[in-house]
């Protein structure tokens, strides 16, 4: 029976050795924004298969676990990231790229073949932010901290991902210290919600604390902006602001979300809290008096 479904998986997915073979991969990238200055930061590169359908990241990596090579694909993944990233004419800002915690049993081998790619590119370390989940989640903490420490080595960034889910982010910031966290979507679906809203608040307070910038993901509505800006995020990424696409969108021009509406409007349009020191303190607010 098991190997039935095995079987059955394998066939399903044919598609994706098809894909490997002749190398049809794609890094696209979605746009991830300062709010606080109106401004593209950069970019999060994500793996897509275009074919007679699009087929995202879940969806690949689900196929790779079927056919059990999931870490070889992971790092061939983020050297597609870093070769797609280089070739984007015009300052894409800094480049996030994922990576599975799983891969990393051994991060000069697992790195190298994005490193070699950086090394033949015109990005420098610098450049680049590889962001993994948060240990709690997969239970790979010595992983994620031997990673952290080779990444700090080579010059490169060092990102959190799904912060907030396990208690051992707020850890894990104390401690590694890393360039961004970007907070699980879940709280920032329900930041509504006052538990939620005191996780981010918390995330925001020790990333502030220890040089780490908290980024919100997922951010699909003008509302989810307000709920943010109150609890202290700045920088956010999400289909509000562009969806993933195969050109970065340029640096350092005014952010329009695709409701049509620039940040500087969307503050005017929310006004300033009384009950927020956080929002008056924004630079957004700045020229808005």
Same mark, same amino acid.
């Given at each position: 029976?098991?190997?039935?479904?095995?079987?059955?998986?394998?066939?399903?997915?044919?598609?994706?050795?098809?894909?490997?073979?002749?190398?049809?991969? =794609?890094?696209?990238?979605?746009?991830?924004?300062?709010?606080?200055?109106?401004?593209?930061?950069?970019?999060?590169?994500?793996?897509?298969?275009?074919?007679? =359908?699009?087929?995202?990241?879940?969806?690949?990596? =689900?196929?790779?676990?079927?056919?059990?090579?999931?870490?070889?694909?992971?790092?061939?993944?983020?050297?597609? $990231?870093?070769?797609?990233?280089?070739?984007?004419?015009? #300052?894409?800002?800094?480049?996030? &790229?994922?990576? +599975? !915690?799983?891969?990393?049993?051994?991060?000069?081998?697992?790195?190298?073949? $994005?490193?070699?790619? +950086? #090394?033949?590119? #015109?990005?420098?370390? /610098?450049?680049?932010?590889?962001?993994?989940?948060?240990?709690?989640?997969?239970?790979?903490?010595?992983?994620? /901290?031997?990673?952290?420490?080779?990444?700090?080595?080579?010059?490169?960034?060092? *990102?959190?991902?799904?912060?907030?889910?396990?208690?051992?982010?707020?850890?894990?910031?104390?401690?590694? /210290? !890393?360039?961004?966290?970007?907070?699980?979507?879940?709280?920032?679906?329900?930041? =509504?919600?006052?538990?939620?809203?005191?996780?981010?608040?918390?995330? &925001?307070?020790?990333?502030?604390?220890?040089?780490?910038?908290?980024?919100?993901?997922?951010?699909?509505?003008?509302?989810?902006?307000?709920?943010?800006?109150?609890?202290?995020?700045?920088?956010?990424?999400?289909?509000?602001? *562009?969806? !993933?696409?195969?050109? &970065?969108?340029?640096?350092?021009?005014?952010? &329009?979300?695709?409701?049509?509406?620039?940040?500087?409007?969307?503050?005017?349009?929310?006004?300033?809290?009384?009950?927020?020191?956080?929002?008056?303190? #924004? !630079? +957004?607010?700045?020229?808005?008096?």
């Amino acid at each position: 029976m098991l190997c039935e479904i095995s079987n059955d998986c394998e066939s399903k997915t044919a598609w994706f050795t098809r894909a490997l073979a002749k190398d049809r991969f =794609e890094t696209w990238f979605q746009p991830v924004v300062d709010t606080s200055v109106h401004r593209i930061l950069g970019h999060e590169c994500l793996i897509r298969h275009c074919d007679e =359908e699009i087929r995202d990241g879940a969806e690949i990596f =689900e196929a790779a676990r079927a056919h059990s090579v999931v870490p070889v694909f992971d790092w061939r993944a983020m050297a597609l $990231a870093v070769r797609s990233a280089s070739l984007q004419t015009g #300052s894409g800002g800094v480049f996030f &790229v994922n990576v +599975l !915690p799983g891969s990393m049993a051994d991060p000069a081998i697992a790195m190298h073949p $994005a490193l070699e790619a +950086l #090394s033949s590119s #015109s990005l420098k370390p /610098r450049d680049l932010v590889f962001e993994t989940v948060d240990a709690g989640l997969t239970g790979n903490s010595d992983r994620l /901290r031997a990673l952290h420490d080779y990444l700090r080595k080579h010059g490169c960034g060092f *990102g959190l991902d799904n912060a907030g889910v396990t208690g051992t982010a707020f850890e894990l910031i104390r401690d590694l /210290r !890393p360039d961004y966290v970007k907070i699980d979507r879940n709280l920032i679906w329900n930041a =509504e919600q006052p538990a939620c809203a005191a996780t981010i608040r918390k995330i &925001v307070e020790l990333a502030d604390r220890y040089g780490s910038e908290a980024i919100a993901v997922g951010v699909e509505r003008p509302r989810m902006v307000e709920n943010l800006w109150l609890l202290g995020v700045k920088i956010m990424q999400g289909y509000l602001f *562009g969806r !993933p696409s195969r050109r &970065v969108a340029r640096s350092g021009v005014p952010i &329009v979300s695709s409701a049509g509406m620039d940040l500087a409007n969307l503050a005017r349009a929310i006004g300033p809290s009384p009950q927020s020191s956080v929002l008056h303190q #924004s !630079p +957004l607010f700045a020229d808005l008096n």
